[in-house]
């Protein structure tokens, strides 16, 4: 009798053994947001799955149990659950319900991802840089001789820095032509384009833009911010099309090259009218930088709600601890909602002001994903501001967007329900 007593008990006891870690993602279970997208990543690059349970407690994520990433997530100040087998089935079971608006999405690998920057920038330069870092995601920076070599294919997610593909340097003319660092990256990318085979900056980042949609039209993942985004469109309409003034690329523009833009080619935006002067720090009126009027205090957006089930893409990309999230400025703030195409998703957006603020769209066999403002956790960042401390922010809903997108590429291949 004792013997079979020792042996249910120890079989009782096997059984409850924990055979997952859940890593909980809503606020109350987390306090370190941003290092748990590492954790998911590391554990990934030790070739382990992961499932993404969307909406399950602010888009948590389920891990294999070990002794070693228990050990990772205590090293990062990650907060995690111990789960027994039993507890896991009744957590899939749940998500599984028709009646739930939830999904378990599998992650299968590490995506390698490749940020399109000038070299000599430092990590604080660029939010998406900077939480990568924070989070300890590994990245390769690339820049125009990369990319037009075709490296691209190397990578499966691909982000844009700050970048003015326009060839305009970023607009800054009016109030930065005589400083130092303006005049020496003017002869930096000059000297690059000369050295790429190209008369003018203005074309070889034209071709550069060319290559990218060329990447994402072959299944690839881009993710652009601030100036990237509005940039990079405007430089796809306006291919062999001189829109530069002489104070950028030697001659002047060409005339009437408003009505020779080509909405067609572009991803997100159509019907914009360019800015033509050198003096405004603007490029087209698709930024509602100039045009909003809200008050610091009051700046939020919403990110939208969708069905996790048969939207598990978008629902992926807007996966946070808050639906409302914390406005902030850039060269390109946000969009004006009437010039985005009808096929691109609007997710994050402030109806009062009819502004969009984080948009995705399928580009071919690739996605792309738009989100507007510098840094989401520094309202009103200006040349030579001191950088974030992501320390100061590990629970940052605006970060939380930037690496819901590096994560997506990780996803068991399910495409988007139209």
């Known amino acids: ?151 691209l294919i190397l990578y499966d997610w691909l982000h844009l820095h700050h970048e003015d593909f326009t060839g305009q340097y970023g607009k800054f003319y009016r109030s930065f032509r005589s400083a130092p660092w303006y005049i020496e990256e003017k002869r930096l990318a000059e000297e690059r384009a000369a050295k790429l085979g190209y008369s003018k900056v203005s074309e070889s980042k034209r071709d550069v833009a060319l290559k990218i949609r060329d990447y994402v039209v072959g299944g690839g993942f881009m993710f652009a911010m601030c100036s990237a985004t509005d940039s990079f469109d405007i430089a796809l309409s306006a291919a062999g099309v001189d829109i530069c003034e002489s104070m950028f690329d030697g001659d002047p523009s060409e005339g009437g090259y408003q009505s020779k833009l080509d909405y067609s080619r572009t991803f997100a935006f159509k019907d914009f009218i360019l800015e033509r002067s050198p003096n405004v720090y603007e490029f087209s009126d698709i930024d509602m930088t100039r045009k909003r009027a809200i008050p610091k205090e009051t700046d939020y957006f919403t990110l939208m709600d969708y069905s996790a089930k048969w939207d598990p893409i978008p629902t992926m990309l807007v996966q946070n601890h808050t639906a409302l999230v914390k406005g902030f400025m850039g060269q390109t703030t946000s969009y004006d909602r009437d010039l985005i195409k009808a096929n691109v998703l609007i997710m994050g957006e402030n109806k009062t002001n009819g502004e969009a603020r984080y948009i995705h769209g399928i580009k071919g066999k690739g996605f792309f994903t738009f989100y507007g403002g510098h840094d989401p956790e520094d309202y009103t960042h200006r040349v030579g501001d001191a950088p974030t401390e992501l320390a100061l922010h590990p629970t940052s809903p605006g970060y939380r967007l930037i690496l819901n997108n590096v994560l997506f590429p990780a996803a068991k291949k399910k495409r988007q329900k139209t």
Not at 39 to 63: P, Q, S
């Open 1 to 151: 009798m004792r013997l079979w007593i020792f042996i249910i008990l120890f079989l009782g006891a096997f059984s409850a053994q924990a055979s997952y870690i859940l890593i909980p993602m809503d606020a109350e279970g987390q306090t370190e947001h941003l290092k748990a997208y590492g954790i998911t990543y590391w554990t990934l690059e030790k070739d382990l799955k992961v499932k993404w349970l969307l909406n399950y407690r602010g888009g948590a994520f389920l891990l294999p149990d070990s002794e070693v990433i228990r050990r990772e997530c205590q090293i990062r100040g990650v907060q995690f659950e111990v789960l027994s087998d039993s507890k896991t089935e009744e957590i899939l079971t749940l998500i599984a319900s028709p009646s739930q608006n939830m999904e378990a999405v599998v992650l299968e690998k590490a995506p390698r991802i490749a940020v399109y920057s000038p070299k000599g920038n430092q990590p604080w330069d660029d939010a998406v840089t900077m939480v990568l870092t924070y989070a300890e995601i590994p990245y390769t920076v690339i820049y125009d001789e990369e990319v037009l070599s075709d490296q």
